[in-house]
């Protein structure tokens, strides 16, 4: 799990800094377009939380209030640890929808990795070349 967890890490970084790009710049449809590729496709990414923010306030802006709610609830949800998931539930209440209640493998799943020891290792030392 924890090689698969690395693998998506990686992965999605790239499409998460594209998106944030993106997002900065003011380009709706191309943030997006990449931040919901991350969300979908890489469910372990430590950022997941953040595309999950942008996606709601890209389509709160673009005035699609019940997109954005699908996106803010799953931060409610699915990572309901994250520092983001209060300011998702206040949003939800001022949108007039249901804020949902935290999964609750999802909570177990969040509270197990805070209290994880993490390596403090990265590419560049475990690799042969370093640069």
Same mark, same amino acid.
């Given at each position: 799990?924890?090689? @698969?967890?690395?693998?998506?890490? *990686?992965?999605?970084?790239?499409?998460?800094? *594209?998106?944030?790009?993106?997002?900065?710049? +003011?380009?709706?449809?191309?943030?997006? +377009?990449? !931040?919901?590729?991350?969300?979908?496709?890489? =469910?372990?990414?430590?950022?997941?939380?953040?595309?999950?923010?942008? !996606?709601?306030?890209?389509?709160?802006?673009?005035? #699609?209030?019940?997109?954005?709610? *699908?996106? @803010?609830?799953? *931060?409610?949800?699915?990572? /309901? $640890?994250?520092?983001?998931? +209060?300011?998702?539930?206040? #949003? !939800?209440?001022?949108?007039?929808?249901?804020? =949902?209640?935290?999964?609750?493998?999802?909570?177990?799943?969040?509270?197990?990795?805070?209290?994880?020891?993490? /390596?403090?290792?990265?590419?560049?030392?475990?690799?042969?070349?370093? $640069?």
């Amino acid at each position: 799990m924890q090689h @698969l967890r690395e693998v998506q890490e *990686i992965l999605a970084e790239g499409d998460f800094r *594209i998106g944030y790009y993106y997002y900065v710049k +003011g380009d709706r449809r191309a943030a997006a +377009g990449r !931040l919901i590729g991350v969300t979908k496709r890489y =469910p372990l990414y430590s950022r997941s939380d953040r595309a999950l923010w942008m !996606l709601g306030d890209i389509f709160e802006k673009s005035e #699609k209030k019940e997109i954005a709610a *699908i996106y @803010l609830a799953r *931060i409610v949800r699915d990572y /309901p $640890l994250s520092p983001l998931a +209060g300011d998702a539930k206040t #949003k !939800l209440v001022a949108f007039g929808v249901p804020v =949902p209640q935290p999964d609750p493998k999802a909570l177990a799943w969040m509270q197990a990795e805070q209290s994880a020891p993490r /390596p403090k290792s990265s590419i560049m030392k475990t690799s042969r070349f370093r $640069l």
